[in-house]
């Protein structure tokens, strides 16, 4: 992760492409996790990070999307 403030996160084009090359040998979905305070951590996928400077999302898409651990996993937290 290069940086975030409270309203987005980025990481710069070397790490996405790393992370891009390891999801197409493994074939499995790659997720950045954002743990956000007061309300858990969220997951988004690389391809719904959009290309700026660097790959970034903003906190209210992430929300959005609203892809949480248990749908990762596939079973309800406890």
Same mark, same amino acid.
């Given at each position: 992760?290069? &940086? /975030? ?7 710069? !084009?070397?790490?996405? %492409? ?21 309300? &858990? /951590? ?7 990070? !959009?290309?700026?400077? %660097? ?24």
């Amino acid at each position: 992760m290069q &940086g /975030w403030d409270r309203t987005t996160i980025s990481i710069d !084009e070397e790490k996405f %492409n790393e992370l891009k090359k390891w999801e197409e040998n493994t074939n499995f979905q790659t997720f950045i996790g954002w743990r956000m305070n007061g309300m &858990g /951590w969220y997951f988004v996928r690389l391809d719904d990070l !959009e290309k700026g400077k %660097n790959y970034n999302i903003t906190k209210k898409k992430a929300i959005a999307i609203n892809i949480r651990l248990e749908n990762i996993l596939g079973t309800p937290m406890q």
